[in-house]
């Protein structure tokens, strides 16, 4: 139910290949500030019911998951860059 990610060296190598591409980058940053930028925004939910679909439903699928939408959502605000990033809650 997890990827293992590198995320500095993923945010960099992302970030990177965009640099040539300026209305890609803007694309994709509006996308990701859109649909990721909070833990309930569509794009979370839609990956939290796709990793739920097949999953069973027990105490242990339920940590499992927490886990994984919590370092998907962590992922996924690094590629933000630092003035759009959510605040964390704590």
Known sequence: MTASLYTDAFRRTFLN?????PEVE?????ILLEYFRADTAP????YEEALRRNAPADSKTRVQLRDELNRAFKMITQLLPLGDRPQSAG
């Not at 290949?17 to 591409?21: D, E, K, P, R, T």
């Not at 794009?43 to 839609?46: C, E, N, Q």
């Open 17 to 21: 290949q965009l640099q040539m591409q």
């Open 26 to 30: 803007t694309r994709i940053k509006s």
């Open 43 to 46: 794009g979370m939910l839609l």
